[in-house]
């Protein structure tokens, strides 16, 4: 399965109604990525705010990310927290469920050595048989991770296979696939979808996707087919897109552009999340209107 995972497999949101998960709604979003091309899903990303839900709620959202796709594409469940405990139960129930691959976060908040950091990962994957990737983004978990960190990874679990890279450190990325080139790294930054995949990046994991799937599932192409003058020119043509999502904190601007496309009823959070104000409202709408998405 770990050659399966490749091209764009976006962070699905999490729709509420009432404060309670719409699991009605959240099928059809999986219905919609599978219809516009997706190479996979990514249940409980960053986008889908899985620290305002709760390990039940999270499970759930597995289950029927599952079920849904009914293994017409691969799913990816990310099943970090800060808690081991938290993470293992996260994990555990995944697997079981029937996920292909896991994307676990690096311990947030806490930020731990590496040497804890190491032990940490090993600790929840010793009984893990699927593929496991890293969720690299230091710039909400404040830790990051050394390439010394990810060669003992390698060294001590078969099935670490590599990381969601989610921030802007082209560097990094080029240290890390020149060190080990069978290494899964997918792009977690828009601006950098294009730049990353062109040195090597197997893939997307970016929140972007969530309002049109298949123009991200097309640069992924564009460039398995050498074709980077398109590569280029989606680049260019999702520049601003890819810049409103960052706006406000992700995903409040997806969430209100995904609800002025027709693809969610509410873009409702839950707090401390708060719906766009009614000036980014007017920001995203002009975005929305120069992409042609309204």
């Known amino acids: 399965m770990s050659k399966a995972l490749k091209g764009s497999i976006p962070p699905v949101i999490t729709p509420f109604s009432n404060n309670e998960i719409d699991l009605a709604s959240y099928k059809k979003l999986i219905e919609f990525h599978i219809e516009e091309g997706s190479h996979g899903i990514l249940v409980n990303g960053t986008s889908a ?33 800060q808690s081991l405990l938290e993470t293992k139960a996260l994990t555990n129930h995944a697997v079981a469920a029937g996920a292909d691959a896991l994307l676990i976060v690096t311990p947030y908040y806490i930020k731990p050595p590496q040497r804890g950091i190491i032990e940490y990962y090993l600790e929840i994957t010793k009984d893990v048989a699927i593929p496991w990737m890293i969720y690299h983004i230091p710039g909400r978990a404040a830790v990051s991770i050394t390439i010394e960190t990810i060669k003992e990874l390698k060294e001590k679990s078969s099935n670490f296979v590599g990381m969601k890279h989610a921030v802007s450190d082209l560097g990094f990325v080029s240290q890390c696939l020149a060190e080990f080139p069978d290494f899964k790294i997918f792009v977690g930054l828009e601006e950098l979808s294009f730049p990353e995949l062109t040195i ?83 920001r995203l709408d002009g975005v929305l209107e120069r992409a042609g998405l309204l």
């Open 49 to 81: 705010e899985p620290s305002t839900l709760t390990v039940e709620e999270r499970n759930q959202l597995v289950d029927v990310a599952i079920v849904t796709a009914s293994n017409a594409i691969p799913i990816v469940a990310a099943t970090g927290s």
């Open 200 to 282: 090597g990046a197997v893939g997307l994991m970016n929140a972007v996707g969530n309002l049109r799937p298949h123009i991200l599932a097309e640069m992924c192409q564009a460039v398995w087919d050498n074709d980077l003058e398109k590569g280029k020119a989606l680049h260019h043509q999702l520049f601003e897109l890819n810049e409103s999502v960052f706006y406000d904190t992700n995903p409040i601007p997806i969430k209100y552009m995904m609800k002025r496309m027709g693809l969610l009823i509410s873009n409702e959070h839950r707090l401390p999340m708060s719906p766009a104000t009614p000036e980014l409202e007017k």
